[in-house]
């Protein structure tokens, strides 16, 4: 009596006759006829002689007829078995042919970054495997190159040019079609060699069975063991084939190999030791595989239980007949163990996968409802980029999904932002034509100072430079590559007026000799005194200005004076800020009262650069403490950084004052 496999494949044969006979001639594809052999006298070869090599033809009815005589006999276990399967055939037809899923925004770059991107993606990864990359970047560019084109041809209508003469052409559109044209003949290349391959490999593996079915209807005992080997190895040698036709001519194969061992008199010595070799190596799978169904990795685990099928079915040969159910339904169990298991997990995941989905979509939501009607200034744009910008990292950290899931809300999620950076993009095209108005402005009062830089009418052009440079404050931004080169030229003509300015007053009259003696008369009985209160110090700041504006070439005694005051201040008990603040407006004033704007400008942009760096160091300390969070509040490691946190906090708040006060003087 046949055992379940080997029934499968008889019934399959026969149902396979039955679909050809009764096919028109004209419709069927020519089966490959064998010879008749003399018949034989005993059962067995007349079992030997069926046709079986209908079960390769290529026919969507008969395919559909062997998968139900599989799934009927199988049991309860055929739908594992059929899955695992059928991940092997796929497998075996070519792993390399899979696609990781990218979540790149290619719509936030520019035509020069997604060139860049294809080439990247094209010379670093095999032709087969960026298909989904290749078509977000196509469709990013395609956007892009169109709205770009659209700007053009409408700038050339407008200047009065006729539809008809429009043209257009660019270098990076050039170089992006000839990346794409390479792409697409790689690619036809790489699957039309794959497909010619997987055909080639059918025929090996059909001139395989039909040697084994030769070998079958020879019999001839003193060759036949030799030839056999010889065709087992040559069957193994063989590459993948179509994942269509795996199947079918693996149990092609599988059938004639048990009917060498069951129904030929081969020589028992061979027969038995190889089915005691092959019966060891299947029970060594089935243990495996009853690991595995223990194994946490369920994704691993089914990995693993497609090798195991794989190296049942390629390389372990047949058992013998009264224990091949038995050891056939082990394995069969163990698959279905592990199939019910993956199954489970992809339920749970299923769940999962809503609640990541939820997450994104309420991001997604948030993004769409994001307000940018009240958006004025550079300013504003700043704020809300980087408030999208956290929106847009909680999407993804949200979670991954596979593609089928993610495809629509990434897609939702593209089109929320893309509104937004429409509208940024909007604002800064204005902004753009705003910039060159302002360009024209700071040119004029370039020209302004230019004019007045040589004057000797001390007080009206004091006057007029002091307005120019306020003006100058009150311009908005200029294109960036002009704005270097504009300041340059404004501060070089006002520094050349107030250089021209302070040394004409250089020369000290009597009156500023009186104001030069009375204040060095101050400083040394400043000196003198012992002790100072916070009163007393802002009283000597007070006196201090009272008695003049010291003349140019002296100034150094205001240093002096500076210096002295700040010993007295640290020997008071104030806290740290209130020192440094009245350090600070005690320099500020006296820069105000000499009209050394030059210098006021100068500690203005001290402060602002202090305030930047001292910004950035809490920015990377905070970052630090990411990393520590799993660590114990008491951790010396964290609590070292979080002083230095608060240390730079309270200095930042101190820089910030200190600016605040150099914009209420008026200079």
Not at 541 to 570: A, S, Y
Request: proline share 2%; aromatic share 8%; glycine share 2%.
């Amino acid at each position: 009596m046949l055992d379940k496999n080997e029934e499968n494949v008889e019934k399959t044969v026969k149902s396979t006759e039955e679909v050809v006979n009764e096919t028109p001639k004209a419709a069927t594809k020519p089966a490959v006829v064998e010879e008749k052999k003399e018949e034989k006298s005993s059962e067995e070869l007349n079992e030997v002689e069926k046709p079986v090599e209908e079960i390769i033809v290529e026919k969507e009815e008969e395919t559909s007829k062997v998968e139900e005589v599989v799934a009927t006999n199988e049991g309860e276990n055929a739908e594992a078995i059929d899955e695992v399967e059928k991940s092997v055939a796929a497998d075996a037809e070519k792993n390399e042919t899979k696609e990781e899923v990218t979540t790149v925004d290619y719509t936030a770059m520019s035509l020069e970054e997604l060139v860049a991107e294809l080439k990247n993606t094209l010379a670093n990864n095999p032709v087969q495997r960026v298909k989904n990359q290749v078509e977000n970047i196509k469709s990013a560019f395609n956007t892009k190159f169109g709205a770009t084109l659209a700007e053009k041809k409408s700038a050339f209508l407008e200047a009065g040019g006729d539809s008809i003469d429009f043209q257009f052409s660019s270098p990076i559109k050039t170089e992006y079609n000839t990346l794409l044209s390479d792409y697409k003949r790689q690619r036809d290349a790489h699957y039309g060699a794959l497909e010619k391959q997987l055909n080639e490999n059918l025929d090996k593996r059909v001139q395989v069975i039909e040697g084994l079915k030769s070998l079958i209807a020879d019999a001839n005992a003193n060759t036949m063991y030799k030839e056999f080997r010889e065709l087992q190895d040559a069957w193994r040698a063989i590459g993948p084939v179509s994942k269509t036709r795996y199947n079918d001519t693996w149990k092609t194969y599988h059938h004639h190999v048990e009917r060498f061992y069951d129904l030929l008199h081969l020589s028992n010595d061979f027969r038995d030791l190889d089915f005691r070799n092959n019966l060891e190596e299947k029970l060594k799978i089935v243990e495996k595989a009853e690991a595995l169904a223990a194994s946490s990795d369920i994704n691993q685990a089914f990995k693993e239980l497609q090798e195991l099928h794989k190296t049942w079915k390629e390389d372990i040969g047949p058992v013998a007949k009264e224990v091949r159910e038995e050891v056939w339904q082990k394995f069969s169990a163990a698959t279905k163990k592990i199939h019910d298991k993956r199954h489970e997990h992809f339920r749970e995941m299923k769940s999962k996968y809503q609640e990541i989905i939820e997450k994104k979509l309420a991001i997604i939501e948030a993004i769409n409802a994001y307000d940018t009607s009240g958006n004025k200034t550079h300013k504003d744009w700043q704020h809300s980029i980087k408030e999208v910008e956290i929106l847009r990292q909680q999407y993804f950290s949200a979670g991954k999904l596979p593609y089928t899931k993610s495809e629509e809300v990434w897609q939702k999620f593209k089109a929320a932002t893309k509104k937004i950076n429409s509208a940024k993009n909007l604002f800064y095209k204005d902004e753009k034509s705003g910039q060159q108005e302002n360009l024209k402005k700071k040119l004029a009062l370039i020209e302004i100072a230019e004019s007045l830089k040589e004057s000797e009418d001390w007080d009206t052009t004091t006057d007029a430079m002091k307005k120019i440079q306020s003006d100058w404050k009150k311009i908005g931004h200029v294109p960036r590559k002009f704005s270097d080169d504009i300041w340059n030229k404004f501060k070089a003509a006002c520094n050349y007026y107030f250089d021209r300015f302070h040394q004409q007053k250089n020369e000290v009259s009597k009156e500023q000799q009186d104001v030069v003696d009375a204040k060095k008369a101050f400083l040394d009985t400043l000196k003198e005194d012992k002790e100072h209160t916070k009163e007393s110090v802002l009283e000597a700041i007070n006196t201090w200005q009272e008695l003049g504006r010291l003349p140019r070439n002296v100034r150094h005694l205001e240093g002096k004076f500076n210096k002295q005051i700040d010993r007295l201040l640290e020997t008071l008990s104030l806290d740290k800020k209130e020192v440094a603040m009245m350090k600070f407006t005690n320099l500020a004033d006296g820069l105000a009262a000499n009209e050394d704007f030059r210098k006021l400008d100068s500690e203005q942009l001290y402060v602002r650069k202090k305030i930047d760096e001292v910004v950035r160091e809490i920015q990377q300390l905070e970052n630090n403490l990411g990393f520590f969070s799993n660590a114990k509040d008491d951790n010396p490691l964290v609590l070292n950084v979080k002083n230095r946190v608060n240390e730079f906090k309270e200095d930042l708040a101190i820089w910030k004052e200190k600016l605040s006060y150099l914009k209420k003087l008026d200079y």
